[in-house]
């Protein structure tokens, strides 16, 4: 069982930037891909970028070139460094784990993932 406590979540205006860290219990280092998706309730849920346990990564066309993944194996912590904030970035960013394949973090697929954290709220202001 991986549990999974994102943060870093808050307000900002548009053109902002906000730093999301995921703290993964116990360590999900060289087993689990993980990634950051994004949903508000009512929409379709979103992949937003995605990074594998040799730390390969691949990234959602909306967010290319604005966001980062990266993770601190030795803290056993992911990130998402989101630069650029756009209005419509607005929304719940989910961090998630997989086990499923080296290479599944390319789908960007929420259904492919299996431990999921609670959540933290981005709202960019225009």
């Known amino acids: 069982q991986v549990q999974l406590v994102e943060s870093g979540g808050g307000s900002v205006q548009t053109g902002g930037s906000l730093r999301l860290s995921c703290a993964a219990s116990?360590?999900?280092?060289?087993?689990?891909?993980m990634a950051w998706f994004r949903q508000t309730p009512g929409k379709e849920r979103e992949g937003v970028a995605g990074?594998?346990?040799?730390?390969?990564?691949t990234y959602a066309d909306s967010t290319k070139g604005r966001f980062t993944i990266s993770k601190d194996n030795a803290k056993n912590n992911l990130y998402l460094q989101m630069n650029g904030l756009q209005p419509e970035d607005t929304d719940m960013y989910y961090c998630?784990?997989?086990?499923?394949?080296?290479?599944?973090?390319?789908?960007?697929?929420?259904?492919?993932?299996?431990?999921w954290g609670q959540g933290t709220q981005v709202t960019v202001s225009s």
């Open positions: 116990p360590t999900t280092r060289n087993t689990y891909s």
């Open positions: 998630a784990a997989t086990v499923a394949g080296v290479w599944i973090h390319k789908r960007l697929n929420g259904d492919d993932y299996t431990y």
């Open positions: 990074i594998n346990p040799d730390g390969d990564t």
